[in-house]
């Protein structure tokens, strides 16, 4: 009989299609092919997702769609303590999610994030299947850092090169020093219940590890990716056409490439393109959902832009081949660490060399003259001097082409997380016959069939 494996993640891509979000169903979609484990997903949805009221008065679970193990929990960020990461609603996690658990009964819980839901999922999880295990892949650093898990500082967006409450203290100066004490140990203490942690970058782990993670207890484990057929490479005589795909949000740089390209639009660069000057493509959204200050930033640096921007707007996931088709580079501008950008992945799938910050798990993903081009983070005339760089030299394109590795598909990757499951549960099996508890008595809780939307 098949072992079961629960995801965990906070939010559902159909509702919002971030990284971790997308990761998270790729992985239960291969999952499915698996001879040992049988995968379930349980996402967390609420009226940010768009959903205007849950239409299931006193349940918080319901399936989704058609598929017999896809679940969504309600979660109303109204009701969430962020600074500690938890629900002020107990009634979500020791009733409602300790009886799914309990009706799923999973020998693996695999949490892709807690935002919105709960470090004490954690807690709950070991209380109520003991002989579980728990692995958990971080995505960024919300553990760490309060300002949305980003490590920059909250005003001037500056760096943040390590915590401390002191340090914490500068960008939240109401809250007492002694509250961020309170709030690191608070969360490692539901951490010592995780047996394995994953990180999909070598320069996250470290900072993990610089926090208080043990070791031997989080390892590297890039995020797989689906791999179709990859587009083709086509001859161009002169490889001027970039491309931005991602949220059109603060921390992502979107204003500091639009200035570039301001730059490059204006007097004194066209002397240097001779076959043709660079145009960008702006594949995003969710500006209106920006502060005010940043929304009015970026919509006039798009007035300003309009002779070498297009503003593209929303896309689909399975839209990027052909998106990419018709472009060059793909550049990621981010003034934040990241982790491990999928677009690196997608981009490197189809053949695209990288312009990015020089920074995190960008300048760890893209290595500067190989795969792609690093700028100086947060620097509108370093992009522009690298973009300048990058489509008037010739041979340039195609050398960094020639660089670019083999993406690590979804298949190899969900294979490898069966073999870390299979060895978490080895030693269980032998001492205590499996992930049983013995409350799996209990009846199973009421659920209600949910539609996509």
Same mark, same amino acid.
């Given at each position: 009989?098949?072992?079961? %494996?629960?995801?965990? %993640?906070?939010?559902?891509?159909?509702?919002?299609?971030?990284?971790?979000?997308?990761?998270?169903?790729?992985?239960?979609?291969?999952?499915?092919?698996?001879?040992?484990?049988?995968?379930?997903?349980?996402?967390?949805?609420?009226?940010?997702?768009?959903?205007?009221?849950?239409?299931?008065?006193?349940?918080?679970?319901?399936?989704?769609?058609?598929?017999?193990?896809?679940?969504?929990?309600?979660?109303?960020?109204?009701?969430?303590?962020?600074?500690?990461?938890?629900?002020?609603?107990?009634?979500?996690?020791?009733?409602?999610?300790?009886?799914?658990?309990?009706?799923?009964?999973?020998?693996?819980?695999?949490?892709?994030?807690?935002?919105?839901?709960?470090?004490?999922?954690?807690?709950?999880?070991?209380?109520?299947?003991?002989?579980?295990?728990?692995?958990?892949?971080?995505?960024?650093?919300?553990?760490?850092?309060?300002?949305?898990?980003?490590?920059?500082?909250?005003?001037?967006?500056?760096?943040?090169?390590?915590?401390?409450?002191?340090?914490?203290?500068?960008?939240?100066?109401?809250?007492?020093?002694?509250?961020?004490?309170?709030?690191?140990?608070?969360?490692?203490?539901?951490?010592?219940?995780?047996?394995?942690?994953?990180?999909?970058?070598?320069?996250?782990?470290?900072?993990?590890?610089?926090?208080?993670?043990?070791?031997?207890?989080? %390892?590297?484990?890039?995020?797989?990716?689906?791999?179709?057929?990859?587009?083709?490479?086509?001859?161009?005589?002169?490889?001027?056409?970039?491309?931005?795909?991602?949220?059109?949000?603060?921390?992502?740089?979107?204003?500091?490439?639009?200035?570039?390209?301001?730059?490059?639009?204006?007097?004194?660069?066209?002397?240097?393109?001779?076959?043709?000057?660079?145009?960008?493509?702006?594949?995003?959204?969710?500006?209106?959902?920006?502060?005010?200050?940043?929304?009015?930033?970026?919509?006039?640096?798009?007035?300003?832009?309009?002779?070498?921007?297009?503003?593209?707007?929303?896309?689909?996931?399975?839209?990027?081949?052909?998106?990419?088709?018709?472009?060059?580079? %793909?550049?990621?501008?981010?003034?934040?660490?990241?982790?491990?950008?999928?677009?690196?992945?997608?981009?490197?799938?189809?053949?695209?060399?990288?312009?990015?910050?020089?920074?995190?798990?960008?300048?760890?993903?893209?290595?500067?003259?190989?795969?792609?081009?690093?700028?100086?983070?947060?620097?509108?005339?370093?992009?522009?001097?690298?973009?300048?760089?990058?489509?008037?030299?010739?041979?340039?394109?195609?050398?960094?082409?020639?660089?670019?590795?083999?993406?690590?598909?979804?298949?190899?990757?969900?294979?490898?997380?069966?073999?870390?499951?299979?060895?978490?549960?080895?030693?269980?099996?032998?001492?205590?016959?499996?992930?049983?508890?013995?409350?799996?008595?209990?009846?199973?809780?009421?659920?209600?069939?949910?539609?996509?939307?």
């Amino acid at each position: 009989m098949k072992k079961k %494996v629960l995801y965990v %993640v906070h939010n559902h891509p159909a509702f919002s299609p971030g990284g971790a979000e997308i990761y998270a169903l790729d992985v239960y979609e291969q999952m499915k092919s698996s001879q040992d484990f049988e995968p379930v997903l349980l996402a967390r949805t609420g009226p940010q997702n768009g959903l205007r009221g849950w239409p299931h008065p006193g349940l918080r679970l319901a399936r989704f769609n058609s598929d017999p193990n896809q679940y969504l929990i309600y979660s109303d960020p109204t009701e969430f303590d962020w600074f500690y990461g938890v629900s002020r609603t107990k009634d979500l996690v020791v009733r409602h999610y300790r009886e799914f658990l309990l009706a799923i009964q999973p020998d693996v819980v695999h949490f892709q994030h807690t935002a919105g839901l709960g470090y004490d999922l954690i807690r709950e999880t070991r209380n109520t299947l003991p002989n579980a295990a728990i692995v958990y892949t971080l995505h960024e650093y919300l553990p760490i850092c309060l300002h949305d898990g980003q490590m920059v500082r909250r005003r001037s967006l500056e760096l943040c090169r390590g915590e401390s409450p002191a340090a914490c203290r500068q960008c939240y100066p109401d809250t007492p020093a002694s509250s961020f004490f309170l709030r690191k140990h608070f969360i490692q203490s539901h951490f010592r219940l995780v047996d394995l942690f994953l990180s999909p970058s070598r320069f996250l782990r470290d900072r993990y590890i610089e926090w208080g993670i043990p070791e031997d207890k989080i %390892v590297f484990e890039e995020n797989g990716r689906p791999l179709g057929a990859a587009v083709a490479c086509q001859a161009r005589p002169v490889r001027n056409r970039l491309a931005f795909f991602g949220q059109l949000g603060v921390y992502k740089g979107v204003d500091v490439l639009l200035k570039a390209m301001r730059l490059l639009g204006g007097a004194g660069w066209g002397n240097v393109f001779e076959k043709g000057s660079p145009h960008l493509w702006l594949h995003g959204a969710n500006l209106e959902h920006q502060p005010e200050v940043f929304r009015n930033t970026v919509e006039q640096l798009l007035g300003a832009t309009r002779k070498n921007v297009t503003m593209v707007g929303r896309y689909r996931q399975d839209e990027l081949p052909r998106l990419m088709r018709d472009i060059d580079w %793909v550049v990621i501008p981010s003034i934040w660490w990241e982790n491990s950008p999928l677009v690196i992945q997608e981009a490197y799938a189809n053949g695209r060399p990288v312009i990015c910050s020089d920074i995190g798990g960008m300048a760890e993903k893209v290595k500067d003259g190989v795969t792609g081009l690093h700028f100086r983070t947060g620097d509108a005339t370093a992009l522009a001097e690298v973009i300048e760089r990058a489509v008037a030299t010739e041979g340039l394109w195609d050398r960094l082409n020639s660089g670019i590795p083999r993406v690590y598909g979804i298949a190899p990757a969900s294979g490898n997380l069966a073999k870390m499951y299979r060895a978490l549960l080895s030693p269980r099996s032998s001492k205590c016959g499996g992930a049983q508890s013995e409350k799996s008595s209990k009846p199973a809780p009421k659920l209600v069939q949910e539609s996509a939307g």
